[in-house]
């Protein structure tokens, strides 16, 4: 989005033709002759990719979540674990891929059970840091409905520290943001043991 800006701010249109010139341009800068057949199309296939994983800049969290917010008297803890995610990493663009665990105590609303997924994907789809995403996902729960606590777990590998840098392939990164009432010990074991039952290794 940034860059969107900066570019029109200079008066040179982004465009679809633009970007793939630029992702040519880089084929050359890696000592590859982007005119090979195999490499024809590649410019316009990573164009389109790079637009399917970066959709989230267009999607609005607050408009997913009004659409399927319902009234119900429950009080009770409310967990969607297992959501698989995928995201790219904002300082080296290769993908981290994970796990998130939502959970929320309703006060009066509860959240179409589908529109959590959604909400993981809208803020996965962007580059991002972890840490980031997982309390943009509890805060974008909290501003919806205003429950009496929001749990969010992540889990998730980096490729950026499996295939380059430290190149350590079994480690993993855990983030948590608590609010409200998973703030308080018993809520927030609760919440941890429950989505440990029956999980598999990532």
Excluded: W
């Excluded at 990719?49 to 009770?76: K, N, Q």
């Excluded at 805060?139 to 998730?156: R, S």
């Amino acid at each position: 989005m940034a860059e969107t800006a900066i570019l029109q701010s200079a008066d040179v249109p982004l465009t679809k033709a633009s970007t793939e010139d630029l992702y040519r341009e880089l084929l050359v800068r890696f000592g590859e002759d982007p005119t090979r057949d195999g490499l024809l199309r590649t410019p316009e296939r990573v164009r389109r990719s790079m637009e399917f994983l970066t959709r989230g800049y267009s999607m609005d969290a607050a408009s997913i979540l009004r659409g399927a917010l319902f009234d119900v008297d429950y009080d009770e803890m409310v967990i969607v674990k297992d959501i698989e995610m995928f995201s790219l990493c904002e300082h080296h663009m290769l993908p981290f891929i994970g796990r998130a665990h939502v959970a929320y105590i309703p006060n009066g609303k509860v959240i179409g059970l589908s529109k959590i997924p959604r909400l993981v994907e809208v803020f996965g789809r962007r580059l991002q840091v972890q840490e980031r995403m997982t309390r943009e996902v509890a805060d974008a729960i909290q501003d919806a409905i205003q429950p009496q606590g929001v749990g969010v777990v992540i889990e998730a590998r980096h490729l950026c520290m499996m295939m380059r840098g430290v190149e350590k392939q079994q480690s993993s990164t855990v983030t948590s943001a608590m609010l409200g009432a998973f703030r308080e010990p018993q809520t927030r074991h609760e919440f941890l043991s429950l989505i440990r039952t029956g999980q598999s290794n990532l």
